[in-house]
């Protein structure tokens, strides 16, 4: 009986207790919903502008989806992944990034046999165990668009312009596109062998990361954070030694297509992105204002990932993801971030709790018109009410008051001029609210 006793004690205080969020998410209050509510229109409406249609997939998925596809060697796979195995035995995966997870449905629905070149924009949250820091969370979210089908660089042009035409719609103007080629498969297995015959070089000094990395993915040693390893990073090859001609054409291709956008570009020889999927070209956006965290977004073109992942077709395919936190975030800084306020159109103040279904009743007319409109929920006095219609910004207050009532009408005011004036209950559907 006493254990029994203790132990319901011990749960009480357990129940007490204030919950918090896991590391690395955050609550998007209702202070914050409008910027929220701001960039996605510009999502959706300029992802429509270049005829992209969104596409929406499960927040989870088979490990082996993310596993097979961004590479075992990358710090995403290898520590990132919030992966665990549900109650039927099955390895599941909170989804790292879109880009697999599309390539999965596309396939699976056979969206390649309905079009010729298959565009398509998401956005959505996605989940990396990273250590948080500003910019760097484990619940982030991301915009991204992919256009599959075509092999030219003209498709790698078009997502960079749709990506620029996103960016600047929602106010970010100073950044630069870095960018470069990891060139086609000959040209990445030559570089690959450079990089080897380098790294085993100077081996002896290479953090204990990189050296695990060096037999299978000498690449991801490039994006190696490290100490120990930046200046061995510095002195390695570069890509643009082992390129072949038809992936030097491709490289010129693009750069004359993005070159006289208005967009800052930056050729950054060692750029190589953290996944490995990626051939030919590779960008991405930076603004210094975030600090370590400077990149808010990248991508670039993946010709193998379709078949890596189960497709009899070969499908070339670009894209891109920005990262939704960190875009904020640059605007906070630069103060530009645009807020529209939830205002309401109109505050219905009761003089009795007698006259709340009145109250309601007006209110049902005018939201059915489109309109904002806020009954006051804590019966309180005329005078509170008032105040909170003040607090709220409310454009007008309607008064329903027992004299009015009998009358059929009831006393409208505009907050900002103070003007009154009576309006028939009739005419209420009809009223100018603007
Ligand atoms: P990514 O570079 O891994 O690329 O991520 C894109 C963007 O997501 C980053 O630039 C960053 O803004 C944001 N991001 C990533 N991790 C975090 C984090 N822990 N906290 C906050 N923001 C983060 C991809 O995901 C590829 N799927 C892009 C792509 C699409 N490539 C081709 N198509």
Not at 157 to 176: M, R, W
Not at 195 to 201: G, M, N, P, T, V
Not at 232 to 242: G, K
Request: proline share 3%.
């Amino acid at each position: 009986m006493t254990i029994k006793y203790t132990f319901y004690d011990s749960m009480k205080n357990e129940r007490g207790k204030m919950i918090q969020t896991i590391r690395g998410t955050k609550d998007l209050l209702p202070d914050v919903i409008n910027q929220w509510h701001f960039v996605e229109s510009q999502f959706r409406k300029v992802s429509s502008n270049y005829g992209y249609s969104e596409i929406r997939t499960p927040i989870f998925e088979k490990t082996e989806v993310f596993s097979r596809s961004i590479g075992e060697e990358t710090d995403i796979v290898n520590k990132e992944m919030y992966t665990f195995t549900d109650k039927g035995g099955e390895s599941v995966t909170l989804r790292p990034e879109m880009t697999a997870a599309l390539v999965r449905a596309v396939i699976q629905n056979s969206l390649l046999q309905q079009s010729s070149t298959l565009k398509l924009w998401y956005f959505g949250p996605f989940f990396r165990y990273e250590r948080p820091q500003k910019g760097r969370l484990r619940q982030f979210h991301q915009y991204g668009a992919e256009c599959l089908l075509s092999p030219y660089p003209e498709s790698d042009a078009e997502v960079v312009f749709l990506a620029n035409d996103i960016i600047k719609s929602i106010g970010i103007n100073d950044y630069a596109l870095f960018y470069n080629t990891l060139g086609n498969a000959e040209s990445r297995k030559n570089y690959r062998n450079e990089l080897l015959k380098y790294f085993r070089s100077v081996k002896d000094n290479l953090s204990t990361d990189s050296l695990n990395r060096l037999e299978n993915n000498p690449l991801r040693i490039l994006d190696s954070k490290d100490e120990r390893d930046i200046d061995i990073v510095r002195n390695a090859p570069l890509i643009t030694e082992s390129l072949d001609n038809e992936s030097l054409d491709y490289f010129r291709s693009f750069e004359a297509l993005i070159e006289n956008s208005g967009i800052k570009l930056v050729h950054n020889p060692r750029l190589v992105r953290g996944l490995d999927y990626y051939n030919h070209i590779v960008f991405e956006f930076q603004n210094s204002s975030l600090g370590a965290q400077d990149s808010f977004g990248g991508g670039g073109r993946y010709n193998d990932l379709f078949e890596q992942l189960g497709s009899k077709q070969s499908v070339p395919a670009v894209g891109f993801a920005l990262g939704v936190e960190r875009m904020l975030l640059i605007l906070e800084q630069n103060e530009s971030l645009k807020l529209q306020e939830n205002i309401p159109d109109v505050f219905i103040i009761a003089t009795s709790t007698d006259l709340l279904k009145q109250s309601r009743d007006i209110a049902a007319i005018l939201r059915a018109r489109g309109l904002q409109v806020i009954v006051d929920l804590q019966r309180r006095s005329v005078k509170a009410q008032m105040r909170e219609a003040n607090r709220n910004g409310a454009k007008f207050t309607i008064i329903v008051g027992d004299n009015e009532i009998a009358r059929n009408i009831v006393i409208v005011k505009e907050m900002a001029t103070g003007s009154q004036s009576e309006c028939p209950l009739a005419n209420i559907v009809h009223y100018p609210f603007s």
